[in-house]
C-alpha cells in the first residue's frame, strides 16, 4: 500500500527523467524531459507549482493532467479509457491502490501503479520502465473483477479505448508525423500546434505505407541536430491511434497531451468476470539534440535487446525483380553462380515456388512445393546455393490466402470477412483468418515443416493487402478480429523461432506497411519498400531510420531502370544509395556487363569492410537549407570513424552549396578525410572539384574537428542523381 514517504517517484536515464507524484485518487506526471538531477527539495519545489489557476467558467477545482486523464479531473479531451457495458456505465473513476518504484543500476528503473474503479468494476495497471537509453514504455492493462450495480447481469464490459497520454509543454509548439503510399513510405509532415485535436488513425489491419511512424513535437524549427522533441510510437502490427491535443485551459500545468493507443473496432474487446486486456506498449522519447538523439535513444534500446542479430549481416541477393514468377532452374543457377562470385552471402528465392502459383491470382494458402516447376523439390536449389558457402532463404505470405486454392477450396470459412458475402479482393488475394486454431495450426505446421526440411536460414514474410471488412465467422456471429489477428501474428513467430532457434525473419509488407517496434520484437530485418529507385529509396530509408537502426533496414540494388518508378540511374549512385544498410541485391546479374560486376564486387568488399562500424554506428543526418541535397553519416560509439554520404537528387537554384557541416563529429579532435571511389565516377555540376576534396581523393587530408562540425567545408556541385562517399578517420 502507499506510504507517506513515497510522494514524488523518479526514473532517470542517458540525461533524461520522468518524475511522478504518487497522489489520490490518480497520480500526475510532473516531468518529462531533461534530467533536472532532481534532490529531495527539487521534488518538492516540482509538487508545489504543479496545481494550475482555477479558470472562469471552469471546475471548482483546479484541473490535473494525471496518469490515466479522465473528465473526473476536468480533463475534456480524449480520455485515456473508454467503454461502457451495455450503454451503463460508460465513465471512468479509477483510484490508485498501491504504487512502487524501483530503480535499476545501470540507470532507469520502473514505476507500477495499480487501480480499481467501482463504477467500470475494471482493476487495472499503469507500468512505466524507462531504460538505460532513457526511453520510456509505458504499458496498460485492465482487467473485469467486479459487476457495478448500474450494469445489467451477464453483459460484458465493452472497451472501446484504451491510451496512454504524456502532457508536453508550452515550447513544444511544431509537430511532425508522417504520412506515404505504396513506394513513398515515411514521407514527413510538418505544422504548428494548434488548439484541438490532431489524430491519426491507422485503420488498415497494420500500420500502412501511410503510418504515422512516430508523432513528435518539438521548439519551433526542430531539425536532425538541434531543438528539444517529445516523441511517440505505438509498438503494434494492427489498427492504431496517435493523439496530439491541445485544449485552451492547457493539460494540468502542461499546454497539450501527446499519446497513442490501439483503435479498437466496435465489440472487439468484450471484458467478461476475469477477462484481461493488454495495451499494446506506447514507447515515448525525448531529446535536446533534435530527431537524431531521439534516433539514438531507438537505436540503443533495439540494439540492448538480447534477440538483436549478433552476426554481420551476410549481402542478399532476392530473386523477385530477376526472375519473377519464372522459376526456371537454369535460369536460377547462372543467377547463383553471379551472385556467388559478385560476393552475395545468402540468396531468398521469392515468390513462385509453391503450389499453382504461376501469378499473383492463384496458390496463396498451398505452401508445398509446386512439383510442375520443382519436380525434384527444391533440393537441387538450396545443394547449389550452399555449395558456394550461402545461406538459403525461401518467401511467404502465411496470413494470406487467394481464393483460388485448394486451401480456399477446403476451408472457405478460414477467409477473414463477413458471412454476408467477401468484399473486393485486393492484389487478387484475401486475408487468412489465423485468430481460427485451425488455421492457426495448419500453416504453422506447413511453414514449419518447410523449414525444417530444407534447412532455412531466413524467412520473407510478406503481407501484400490492408485488411478491410476484418471479422472473423465465430459462433454464428461476426466479430472484429483484427486485434486477434494481430496477435496470432506475434504467437506464430515466436512459435516459429522458438521451433527453429537461429532462424531469421524478415517483415514485409507491400514493401514497408508494416514496421513497427512489436513486429521488431519478433523479426529481424524490414523491408522498408517496394522501391528499389535509389532517389525515392534514399529519402525512405532516411526516414525509415528514424525508428530502426541501419543494421534491420533490408537496402537493395537494383536494376538500372527501377521497376516500380520507370527511371534510370547510374550504377554508382545505386551502389552508394544500398551501401549503409543491411546491403542486398535485386537484379538480375545475368544480363550485368563484366564492368559492372566487377563495380559490384568491389561494393560487396566494402559492405564488408564497413558493416561493423554501419550496423553499430550512431546515425546522423545535417540540417541543410536545399532539400536537394541530403549528407547523412554512420559515426562509431567510440567517435574513431564515420561514413558520410553526400548526394543529390534533383537540381538547385544555388550554384554551390558553400560550406557545409559534418554533424556529430569531435569538434576537438582532428580527422583524415577520404573520398571513396571504388564504387565508379560521380558526375559533377562544375568544372573541378574543392581543392580540399581533391587531396581527399588523392592522398587523403588531415583537418581539425572545428573546421569540420563548426565552420563547414565546401562540398562539390553534383549533377542529379549522383552521391558520393566521405570516409573520416579520427587521428590520435
Known amino acids: 500500500m502507499l506510504k507517506s514517504d513515497d510522494v514524488v517517484y523518479t526514473l532517470r536515464a542517458a540525461g533524461t527523467a520522468l518524475v511522478i507524484e504518487v497522489t489520490q485518487p490518480v497520480p500526475r506526471v510532473l516531468h518529462w524531459g531533461s534530467d533536472l538531477g532532481l534532490d529531495g527539495r527539487s521534488g518538492t519545489d516540482l509538487v508545489a507549482t504543479a496545481t494550475p489557476a482555477v479558470l472562469n467558467n471552469s471546475p471548482d477545482e483546479p484541473r490535473s493532467m494525471t496518469v490515466w486523464p479522465s473528465e473526473r479531473d476536468g480533463w475534456a479531451g480524449t480520455p485515456a479509457q473508454r467503454g461502457h457495458a451495455a450503454g451503463s456505465v460508460d465513465i471512468a473513476r479509477p483510484e490508485l491502490v498501491d504504487s512502487s518504484c524501483t530503480q535499476a543500476p545501470g540507470g532507469g528503473g520502473q514505476v507500477h501503479l495499480s487501480f480499481t474503479d467501482a463504477v467500470s468494476g475494471l482493476s487495472s495497471t499503469l507500468t512505466y520502465t524507462m531504460d538505460a537509453a532513457g526511453v520510456l514504455a509505458v504499458d496498460a492493462t485492465v482487467v473485469r473483477t467486479a459487476r457495478p450495480a448500474p450494469a445489467p447481469d451477464g453483459v460484458p464490459y465493452t472497451l472501446d479505448g484504451l491510451r496512454t497520454l504524456m502532457p508536453v509543454p508550452d515550447r513544444a509548439s511544431e509537430r511532425l508525423d508522417f504520412t506515404g503510399k505504396w513506394c513513398r513510405e515515411r514521407s514527413p509532415q510538418r505544422a504548428t500546434v494548434g488548439f484541438g485535436s490532431h489524430v491519426r488513425h491507422a485503420r488498415r489491419g497494420k500500420p500502412g505505407h501511410d503510418t504515422p511512424y512516430l508523432m513528435a513535437v518539438g521548439t519551433p524549427g526542430f531539425g536532425f541536430g538541434h531543438g528539444e522533441v517529445w516523441a511517440t510510437h505505438l509498438a503494434w502490427s494492427g489498427d492504431a491511434e496517435y493523439l496530439l491535443e491541445r485544449l485552451p485551459e492547457g493539460a494540468g500545468v502542461f499546454a497539450a497531451a501527446l499519446g497513442a493507443g490501439e483503435v479498437l473496432r466496435s465489440g472487439e474487446v468484450l471484458l467478461d468476470d476475469g477477462d484481461r486486456y493488454h495495451a499494446p506498449t506506447t514507447v515515448f522519447v525525448w531529446s535536446e539534440t533534435g530527431l537524431d538523439g531521439i534516433a539514438d535513444r531507438l537505436h540503443r534500446r533495439l540494439r540492448a535487446r538480447a534477440s538483436h542479430p549478433a552476426q554481420p549481416r551476410p549481402l542478399v541477393l532476392n530473386t523477385w525483380e530477376a526472375v519473377y514468377f519464372d522459376h526456371d532452374m537454369d535460369r536460377l543457377t547462372t543467377l547463383v553462380e553471379r551472385a556467388a562470385q559478385v560476393g552475395v552471402e545468402r540468396v531468398v528465392l521469392d515468390d513462385g515456388w509453391f503450389h499453382g502459383r504461376r501469378g499473383d491470382d492463384a496458390g496463396l494458402g498451398d505452401w508445398t512445393v509446386d512439383a510442375g516447376v520443382w519436380p525434384s523439390g527444391l533440393d537441387p536449389f538450396v545443394d547449389l546455393v550452399r555449395s558456394y558457402g550461402m545461406q538459403f532463404g525461401l518467401w511467404f505470405e502465411p496470413e494470406m490466402i487467394n481464393l483460388d486454392s485448394d486451401l480456399a477450396r477446403a476451408h472457405p470459412d478460414w477467409v477473414l470477412g463477413p458471412r454476408q458475402g467477401l468484399g473486393p479482393s485486393a492484389r487478387n488475394q484475401y486475408v487468412l483468418d489465423i485468430g481460427r486454431p485451425d488455421a492457426y495450426e495448419h500453416v504453422l505446421k506447413s511453414v514449419s515443416a518447410l523449414v525444417a526440411q530444407y534447412r532455412i536460414d531466413y524467412l520473407k514474410w510478406d503481407h501484400n493487402r490492408d485488411l478491410l471488412e476484418a471479422v472473423g465467422r465465430r459462433n454464428g456471429r461476426d466479430r472484429p478480429a483484427v486485434h486477434e489477428q494481430t496477435l496470432a501474428l506475434y504467437r506464430m513467430l515466436d512459435d516459429l523461432r522458438e521451433r527453429h532457434p537461429g532462424l531469421e525473419i524478415e517483415t514485409c509488407s507491400g514493401g514497408g506497411g508494416r514496421i513497427d517496434l512489436g513486429i521488431l520484437d519478433r523479426t529481424d530485418r524490414l523491408w522498408a519498400s517496394d522501391c528499389n529507385d535509389p532517389v525515392e529509396r534514399s529519402r525512405i530509408e532516411q526516414w525509415t531510420r528514424l525508428l530502426v537502426p541501419p543494421e534491420l533496414i533490408g537496402s537493395h540494388l537494383g536494376a538500372e531502370r527501377s521497376h516500380t518508378t520507370g527511371r534510370k540511374t547510374d550504377l554508382s549512385y545505386r551502389l552508394i544509395s544500398s551501401l549503409t544498410a543491411h546491403a542486398g541485391i535485386e537484379w538480375d546479374l545475368t544480363t550485368a556487363s563484366e564492368a559492372e560486376l566487377a563495380a559490384i564486387t568491389a561494393w560487396a568488399d566494402l559492405y564488408r569492410e564497413l558493416r561493423p562500424l554501419l550496423h553499430t554506428g550512431r546515425v546522423v543526418n545535417a540540417d541543410l537549407a536545399d532539400e536537394a541535397v541530403a549528407l547523412t553519416g554512420v ?66 587530408l588531415d583537418l581539425d574537428g572545428t573546421v569540420l562540425t563548426v565552420v563547414g567545408i565546401p562540398l562539390p556541385t553534383l549533377n542529379p542523381q549522383q552521391a558520393l562517399l566521405l570516409d573520416v578517420e579520427q587521428l590520435g
Not at 556529430?664 to 573520398?675: A, K, T, V, W
Open 635 to 700: 559515426i562509431a560509439q567510440d567517435g574513431s570513424r564515420a561514413v558520410f554520404v553526400w548526394s543529390r537528387a534533383t537540381s538547385s537554384p544555388s550554384g554551390q552549396s558553400g560550406r557545409v557541416r559534418l554533424p556529430g563529429l569531435d569538434p576537438r579532435s582532428r580527422y583524415r578525410l577520404r573520398l571513396r571511389d571504388e564504387l565508379g565516377g560521380t558526375r559533377r555540376h562544375q568544372v573541378q572539384d574543392p581543392a580540399w576534396l581533391t587531396e581527399a581523393a588523392a592522398n587523403g
